[in-house]
């Protein structure tokens, strides 16, 4: 399984960006997708979470902000992120679970300046 994150950029405070993540490989030993983020300094965090089934999960801080989504057409897990706050910042990770196994993407950076 391979997973390619991108989307990321500078954007002001209140404003919103769409993270992607295209999986290929052997999707269908995936149960689950997730967006990590890291800030400096700090650990890396779950902001979101999407099932094979459909079901979502969300870290409190974002709940309300930002939606996980899915194409399985295009085998694409999407981040929306609206009402950005500086503490947002932090580069944006998409894991695979599945089968005992994890995968993860390269990060893609997150700034959001006031």
């Known amino acids: 399984v391979q997973l390619q994150a991108s989307g990321g950029g500078l954007v002001q405070a209140g404003g919103s960006l769409r993270l992607s993540c295209a999986v290929s490989?052997?999707?269908?030993?995936?149960?689950?997708i997730g967006w990590y983020r890291q800030a400096p300094g700090k650990e890396r965090e779950l902001v979101a979470a999407?099932?094979?089934?459909?079901?979502?999960n969300y870290a409190s801080s974002v709940k309300g902000r930002f939606t996980i989504s899915r194409d399985n057409a295009k085998n694409t897990v999407y981040l929306q992120m609206n009402s950005l706050k500086v503490e947002d910042t932090g580069v944006y990770y998409c894991c695979a679970i599945g089968h005992g196994s994890s995968w993860w993407g390269q990060g893609t950076q997150v700034t959001v300046s006031s």
């Open positions: 490989g052997s999707t269908s030993s995936i149960n689950a």
């Open positions: 999407i099932t094979s089934g459909g079901s979502t």
